[in-house]
Each structure stands twice: as C-alpha cells, then as structure tokens.
C-alpha cells in the first residue's frame, strides 16, 4: 500500500535521516501556529518478529575427512556467537548415521550451546532427509505457538547424500554451507541451493 503523500510545505520524510513522521499527530500537535521542531511526532520503529536459526550439522563418515567436521564445528560456532549477539533464537541438529539428534533443542540463543559440539564425532550415512524433517516439525510447533518467528536454517554439509529432499516447507531463509571437497567435489551442493532457491557459500567464507 502507498503511502499518504505528506502536506508540501512539511520538511521531507525520509528513512535516511531518522525515524519516520508522523504527519498527523505533527500537525495534530501544530495547531494554527507555525511549524516547529517541538511539534514532530515520530512514529514507533516496526519490531522485527524473533528470528530462528536452526543449525543443521552433518557428522556422517565422510566430513572426517580433511577436517570438514572440525571446520563445520567453527561455522556453527559463529554462527551461534552471532545468535547470542543480535538476541536470537537458535537450535542445534546433528545428523549422521541412521539419526537426527537434538544437541540443543532450539531456544534463546547463548554460548553454552557450543560445548555439545566439541564432542561431536562422525561415522555413518547422511540422514539428510531425516534432519530436514525434524527441523520443519520443530518449526510447525513453534509456530503453533502465535508468536510470529522468522526461520532461517543453515546446512552444513558436504552433499554426500544419496537422495535429494525436497526443501522443507516454512523456511523463510536457507542456507547451504558447502563442505564438499574443492579439489574433487561432488558438486551437489550448488545443485541443492537451485533446486531449493536457497544461497550457497562455501564453508571456509564463515571460517
């Protein structure tokens, strides 16, 4: 919808120089009187609804090799610290094996929750599937709950997966952190992100 053009002899209304006028209330508080700085009203900034960060870390055999579990452990790590800092909420997933597991189930966000990762160990297939569905059942309850969230999920992988998921549904950003091997990559990674829409970046850009 477009805004209500403000009266011509008013100062310009614009973003760069602050919050937003309000011409109502400004000329509300005028009167007949000539305009004054004391007569602006400004109006309240839109609070952003609390935004969710859901870190899906692979841990399969295959992110043992060349330490691409140790440097997906780092990503997640400033991603959290980041989390803890704009006040967000954040959620961390393992998978790998035959399972998908919590190892911090998604709350305020706060640097405690990067102690579970140091212990993390790698063996087994690439549950991608799986994880993807525990995350959108995790957001559908979440978002059960009224409060409006903005969901973001980054994926840190190295795209060793012998199926491709579709994208899980209620994401409002996703992020493919790639692992692959760069010398001999599998190159599903930037095939996932098209499928998806989602971005992708290599993982050494969060390092």
Request: charged residues 20%.
């Given at each position: 919808?477009?805004?209500?053009d403000?009266?011509?002899?008013?100062?310009?209304d614009?973003?760069?120089?602050?919050?937003a006028i309000?011409?109502?209330?400004?000329?509300?508080?005028?009167?007949?009187?000539?305009?004054?700085?004391?007569?602006?009203?400004?109006?309240?900034?839109?609070?952003?609804?609390a935004?969710?960060?859901?870190?899906?870390?692979?841990?399969?055999?295959?992110?043992?090799?060349?330490g691409?579990l140790?440097?997906?452990?780092?990503?997640?790590?400033?991603?959290?610290a980041?989390?803890?800092?704009?006040?967000?909420?954040?959620?961390?997933?393992?998978?790998?094996?035959?399972a998908?597991?919590?190892l911090?189930?998604?709350?305020?966000?706060?640097?405690?929750?990067?102690?579970?990762?140091?212990?993390?160990?790698?063996?087994?297939?690439?549950?991608?599937?799986?994880?993807?569905?525990?995350?959108e059942?995790?957001?559908?309850?979440?978002?059960?709950?009224?409060?409006?969230?903005e969901?973001?999920?980054?994926?840190?992988?190295?795209?060793?997966?012998?199926?491709?998921?579709?994208?899980?549904?209620?994401i409002?950003?996703?992020?493919?952190?790639?692992?692959?091997?760069?010398?001999?990559?599998?190159?599903?990674?930037?095939?996932?992100?098209?499928?998806?829409?989602?971005?992708?970046?290599?993982?050494?850009?969060?390092?």
């Amino acid at each position: 919808m477009a805004a209500h053009d403000a009266p011509s002899t008013a100062p310009a209304d614009t973003a760069a120089h602050g919050p937003a006028i309000d011409w109502i209330r400004t000329l509300h508080a005028k009167g007949r009187g000539p305009l004054r700085a004391a007569h602006l009203r400004h109006r309240a900034p839109a609070a952003r609804p609390a935004r969710l960060h859901l870190l899906l870390i692979d841990h399969s055999g295959s992110m043992q090799r060349q330490g691409r579990l140790a440097l997906a452990k780092g990503c997640a790590e400033r991603l959290l610290a980041q989390a803890v800092r704009q006040g967000d909420e954040a959620g961390v997933l393992a998978f790998g094996g035959r399972a998908a597991v919590w190892l911090q189930a998604p709350g305020r966000a706060r640097r405690a929750m990067a102690v579970r990762l140091r212990t993390l160990g790698s063996g087994g297939g690439t549950p991608l599937a799986q994880a993807l569905q525990v995350a959108e059942t995790t957001l559908q309850r979440r978002r059960r709950q009224g409060a409006p969230v903005e969901a973001w999920l980054w994926l840190l992988t190295d795209g060793r997966a012998l199926h491709t998921p579709p994208r899980p549904r209620g994401i409002d950003q996703l992020v493919l952190v790639d692992h692959d091997d760069p010398l001999a990559p599998a190159g599903r990674g930037p095939q996932w992100a098209r499928l998806w829409q989602a971005s992708w970046l290599r993982a050494r850009a969060l390092a």
